[in-house]
């Protein structure tokens, strides 16, 4: 039974994908989507539950910005399936505040939502929220991002946000210049406010520190970090002072400034061929932007994650040296089958525990695909997550 729905997502996502670029952005949308009629049916009968009455909404879905084309890629398979599966349900961004976020999450329980799915804006502040929703009868689904230092969170859906890291660290590592020693190491992170930062991080430093501490990488933009490099497991609040020299803040503005100003200040023995750890796409963009901009540097290798469009771009055209893909239509999927169990008052599948703090949150979670311009092809296209025509110079 259950094998038979997660199939029948799975198989709703895929669709969900080839209409991917159809979705809206506004900032409140009530989900239709034109999946082929056999399976939403399939999808409906799994729902035991009584449909919701006029202008209540089943599931609410709260996401943190729709100023990046990840979270507009979640919502579009949120959408569909989600729709399509016979909920009613409504997408709400959050736009970068924890107050619009709580506003959202008040919003969508005075609608009588069961099931709340949420990525948090901020882990930590995101906590009053969901301990709101929590007392009002709501399951809570934490989505992407953890929310920390509550026991309010019910479940978790993540990818494998360590493996991310330690991927982009591992490229870096195999895409060095060979033989080198003294290869200047350029770091940054995502914003401090989200725990993925440092999980991410946490993954990089795993892979990069002997490398940093045999001398072979040296680092161009941290004075916390260098005073680390012995250190191989670093401790949260280690990592927090790092982070605190190196974060984006998750927005493109803020890591080209970083670049900038690094550049400026460093020398030309930090110069040459580079290696930079971006923590993500659109970081990503603005940071190779700046590096291939500076006449001194010759070469520079750089990480992203996310395989956002613009991205994929990039690494066809050697802009950005890879992605990680992050399949959406399988978080999306994940979280609709927990919120169909939920509302079914069915046990619920998880894999893996992440503690925030206060509880081990049950989790379910997936992992990632490294993407370069060798494998666009296979990764993004066959798989149906993009359709080919959506970039140039694809062979
Ligand atoms: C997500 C990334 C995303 C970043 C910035 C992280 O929590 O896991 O996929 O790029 O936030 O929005």
Known sequence: MKK?????????????????????????????????EEVTEEVAEEVTEEPAAEGEVQVGIVLPTKDEPRWLQDQAQFETILGDAGFSTQVLFSQGSSATEKTNVEALVA????????CAQDGSAAAAAVESAKAAGVTVIAYDRLITGTDAVDYYVTFDSFAVGAAQGQYLVDNAPAG??????????????DNNAFIFFEGAWSVLQPKIAD?????????EATGLSATAALTRDEMGKIIGQITTDWDFNVAKSKAEAHL????????????????NDGTARSIADVFGSDPDVASFVVTGQDSEIASVQYVIDGKQSMTVFKDTRTLA???VAMAVSVLNGESVATDTTYNNGVIDVPAKQTA???????????????????SADEFTGLN
Do not use: H, R, W
Request: glycine share 8%.
């Open 4 to 36: 038979k729905l997660l199939s029948v997502i799975l198989a709703v996502s895929m669709i969900a994908t080839l209409m991917m670029g159809c979705g809206d952005t506004t900032e409140e949308t009530t989900s239709t989507g034109e999946v082929a």
């Open 111 to 118: 609608k009588g939502i069961k099931v709340l799915i949420i």
């Open 180 to 193: 080198a020693t003294g290869v200047p190491l350029y770091l940054y992170a995502g914003a401090a406010t």
């Open 215 to 223: 001398g072979t990488f040296v680092i161009a933009n941290s004075s």
């Open 264 to 279: 400026t200040a460093v020398g030309a023995d930090m110069k040459g061929d580079v290696l930079v750890l971006a923590p």
């Open 333 to 335: 999927a994940d979280s």
């Open 368 to 386: 990632i695909v490294v993407v370069t311009k060798d494998n666009v092809q296979s990764a993004l296209i066959d798989s149906e997550y993009y």
